[in-house]
């Protein structure tokens, strides 16, 4: 079964959209490396933390951030399986289309010259 189909918990389309936007790939970026709160992912941006908030709403409504209580702390963490889904799905895509390639080739070749 393609890696694709196993987890009906991302939704790919909400995922692919909200990883459209430039702002929000330099966040999953940012948490790739560590956790952080909204204020420490505005810090490099010219946003307020109420416009990092609100694209960290979208990673989250997605399933690609979650943020957690820690006093009044509340980190934000990729959910690296979640991306992997994605990455699957890619990869998945891209398996798919390498054999119909390597068909075509297969065909062309085994025809013989075209006259």
């Known amino acids: 079964m393609p890696s694709s189909l196993a987890a009906p918990a991302l939704d790919l389309d909400s995922a692919f959209a909200a990883l459209g936007d430039p702002v929000r790939r330099a966040l999953v970026t940012r948490l790739a490396r560590s956790d952080a709160t909204v204020g420490e992912l ?4 010219d946003l ?14 997605c399933g690609l951030v ?6 009044t702390r509340r980190p934000c963490r990729l959910r690296v399986e979640q991306l992997s889904l994605l990455g699957g799905w890619i990869d998945d895509q891209r398996r798919a289309w390498d054999d119909r390639l390597d068909a075509l080739e297969q065909h062309l070749s085994s025809d013989g010259p075209v006259r």
């Open 48 to 61: 307020t933390p109420q416009a990092i908030s609100h694209h960290v709403g979208v990673l989250r409504r």
């Open 42 to 45: 505005a810090a490099p941006f």
């Open 66 to 71: 979650e943020q957690r209580r820690e006093g």
